[in-house]
């Protein structure tokens, strides 16, 4: 069986979550102390001065800043990452499933669950008629797509429809 997860892919995405996440945590308290500074600075000048204008809209210019980062940061790098850990530790504590079936075609790129993956299609024959079903396997984006023929029999893991090992059954 060829394996395309191991522990390390789960300890490595884990460790690049909290990187992500510590940056944005550092940054926010800097963006936080900054609007401390500049809120006791303004409190701290003296009725109508000319450089209240200033600090005001440095407080402005800073909290616009702080938006114009925050929302695509965590709206996308983070959110990436999050949703591949969590496919990861569904992968790890999930129930597998097992299929022998043959490969059919592959599909367009989809995002399933926030993670980027390609699809497989299998061939699978229905037990109460007597027809094929179309059965699509996700393999994920950032893994090599398995060397699959098309009518070569595959011995497929899944979880979720999430290909996490496979053999060719010849």
């Given at each position: 069986?060829?394996?395309?997860?191991?522990?390390?892919?789960?300890?490595?995405?884990?460790?690049q979550?909290?990187?992500?996440?510590?940056?944005?945590?550092?940054?926010?308290?800097?963006?936080?102390?900054?609007?401390?500074?500049?809120?006791?600075a303004?409190?701290?000048?003296?009725?109508?001065?000319?450089?209240?204008?200033?600090?005001?809209?440095?407080?402005?210019?800073?909290?616009?800043?702080?938006?114009?980062?925050?929302?695509?940061?965590?709206?996308?790098?983070?959110?990436?990452?999050?949703?591949?850990c969590?496919?990861?530790?569904?992968?790890?504590l999930g129930?597998?499933?097992?299929?022998?079936?043959?490969?059919?075609?592959?599909?367009?790129?989809?995002t399933?669950?926030?993670?980027?993956?390609?699809?497989?299609?299998?061939?699978?024959?229905?037990?109460?008629?007597?027809?094929?079903?179309?059965?699509?396997?996700?393999?994920?984006?950032?893994?090599?797509?398995?060397?699959?023929?098309?009518?070569r029999?595959?011995?497929?893991?899944?979880?979720?429809?999430?290909?996490?090992?496979?053999?060719?059954?010849?």
């Amino acid at each position: 069986m060829v394996k395309l997860y191991s522990d390390r892919d789960l300890y490595d995405s884990m460790m690049q979550r909290r990187r992500i996440l510590g940056v944005f945590i550092g940054i926010s308290v800097a963006c936080f102390l900054g609007l401390v500074g500049l809120v006791v600075a303004y409190t701290q000048l003296p009725y109508k001065d000319p450089a209240g204008g200033w600090i005001i809209a440095a407080t402005c210019v800073l909290v616009g800043l702080y938006m114009i980062f925050a929302f695509p940061y965590m709206g996308i790098k983070f959110k990436r990452i999050n949703a591949y850990c969590k496919m990861l530790k569904f992968i790890s504590l999930g129930l597998k499933e097992h299929m022998v079936a043959p490969f059919d075609d592959i599909e367009d790129w989809v995002t399933r669950d926030g993670v980027d993956c390609n699809v497989a299609v299998f061939a699978v024959k229905n037990i109460k008629k007597d027809e094929l079903l179309k059965r699509q396997i996700f393999v994920d984006g950032e893994k090599e797509f398995p060397p699959f023929e098309v009518g070569r029999p595959v011995h497929v893991v899944s979880q979720g429809n999430l290909l996490i090992e496979y053999e060719f059954a010849d």
